[in-house]
């Protein structure tokens, strides 16, 4: 677990981040943020597609993204499409470079942050999830591009199954998916507000902790390391419950503004 605390002009950025093996034999979960002058980006990737695969499609996925996002610093849904779109055209190209890869994929969720002008844009694929909380309340959050997901929205399946059907990680679009599934991104720019959150986590994190705990530890945690603390410790009891080996888990927990404006705004 690791924490930081950074301040641009009159919108601070308080976060901590997690990276965990869980019950796997290798962590295929990558994560990565970087700031330049008043915009941050963050990226959490979850990797598929064989042991060695699925790490090296996550690695490139955030990687690229970043290295993109330092080379230009643009904020925007343009400008984040663009960073994916590259990410999605450097694994292809590694795939077809390497057999052995041809298998590989990788969910991506990413979210640009302009601290200067107090606005917000981001952009997912797969079940990697992004969460936006206000005054400790969830306010949104991405969908899924799961096959649970789709029977869900067609009346095929109760939304409680969600985390515990057996098909629940089968995927439509991710990073290295060979069809014509494009990353979702956000087109209208979000107004941020001093006590806002986001969460960006993988489905190990998610799937193992519903929303009313997260704002429910939200409410009573005074740092973004205290909620994603708290956070990773009711998922780790609500997983040792359960029979189920639980998958790698990675998350961000990030705040907007001074720790104290949370406190305030609940």
């Known amino acids: 677990m690791t924490s930081a605390f950074l301040i641009r002009n009159d919108l601070a950025l308080n976060f901590a981040q997690i990276s965990h093996i869980g019950g796997r034999k290798s962590n295929q979960d990558v994560l990565d943020y970087a700031q330049q002058d008043d915009l941050a980006c963050f990226v959490v990737s979850d990797g598929a597609g064989g042991h060695e695969g699925g790490e090296i499609a996550a690695h490139i996925a955030v990687a690229t993204v970043i290295a993109r996002f330092v080379q230009d610093a643009s904020f925007g849904s343009r400008a984040l499409q663009s960073y994916i779109e590259d990410a999605i055209a450097q694994v292809m190209e590694r795939k077809t470079q390497e057999t052995r890869l041809k298998g590989m994929s990788a969910t991506i969720a990413a979210v640009l942050i302009d601290q200067k002008n107090h606005y917000a844009v981001w ?102 390391e205290e909620w994603l603390n708290c956070m990773s410790d009711v998922a780790q009891k609500n997983a040792a419950a359960s029979s189920k080996p639980r998958d790698n888990y990675t998350a961000f927990a990030i705040w907007l503004g001074e720790p104290e404006a949370v406190t305030i705004l609940k």
């Open 123 to 224: 952009a997912h694929m797969g079940d990697t999830r992004i969460y936006l909380f206000r005054r400790s309340k969830l306010v949104e959050v991405t969908k899924d591009h799961s096959l649970v997901q789709q029977l869900i929205e067609a009346g095929y399946c109760q939304p409680e199954r969600l985390r515990t059907h057996p098909q629940r990680n089968a995927l439509f679009a991710a990073i290295g998916v060979e069809n014509e599934a494009l990353p979702e991104i956000r087109q209208d720019v979000l107004e941020i507000e001093d006590g806002d959150a986001f969460l960006i986590c993988t489905d190990g994190f998610w799937e193992w902790i519903s929303e009313d705990e997260m704002e429910r530890i939200l409410a009573l945690s005074t740092t973004a």
